[in-house]
């Protein structure tokens, strides 16, 4: 079968969950080129009725049948979810380049190699300390660089009673930043430990 990527653009190449109109551009691969196999439109006003929305998300994922591949700059909210939910590889990308798509496969190809190394948590996990959870960022996305930090971290954030979370990674993801949390960074030579817990009201 012959590999499909979906390319998410709007405002230039900004994907966020504020868009009202996104661009969808499904790209698929023949031999060594990527041809442009189908180009539409999803409209997904911030303050539509969930009803139309999930009838809007349904239509996008029957549109994109036999693609699990997406790729945009900034995935969040929704649509984030949708994706993630039928399994899809998502990449965030800061540029689209004639070069981006075969980026793409090769980062994938290079976590399929990886699978047979030592199993890397894809989530946090509990330490000796009850509570206490870990997660290294930067050896996960190593294995698996379609892992985006929302994938990794969102789900867990968002339902997982926790007392603290260290992060060891390159950077805080924004989105934690700009989030109910307090956060404590320290630096292991090239790498930061960031110490996460939840603000107290």
């Known amino acids: 079968m012959a590999t499909k990527i979906a390319v998410f653009i709007q405002n230039g190449f900004k994907t966020d969950s504020e868009a009202t109109m996104l661009r969808v ?37 029957d549109r994109l049948a036999g693609c699990r591949i997406a790729a945009g700059s900034t995935f969040s909210g929704v649509l984030y979810r949708e994706l993630d939910s039928r399994g899809f590889s998502i990449f965030e990308v800061s540029d689209f380049t004639p070069g981006t798509l075969d980026g793409i496969l090769r980062d994938l190809e290079d976590a399929d190699a990886a699978d047979g190394a ?20 930067i050896r996960l996305q190593e294995v698996h660089p379609e892992v985006t930090s929302k994938r990794a971290l969102l789900e867990f954030l968002e339902t997982t009673p926790f007392y603290e979370l260290r992060l060891a990674c390159t950077h805080v993801p924004p989105w934690i930043e700009n989030g109910p949390y307090e956060i404590v960074s320290g630096q292991e030579g090239e790498t930061i430990v960031a110490t996460v817990r939840k603000k107290q009201c």
């Open 118 to 137: 030592a199993e890397t948590p894809a989530r946090p996990v509990e330490t000796e300390t009850p509570g206490v959870y870990r997660l290294d960022l």
């Open 25 to 61: 551009i499904v790209f698929e691969q023949n031999d060594t080129s990527w041809n442009e196999m189908d180009c539409f439109y999803v409209n997904m006003p911030p303050d539509a009725a969930i009803g139309s929305v999930r009838r809007d998300l349904a239509a996008l994922m």
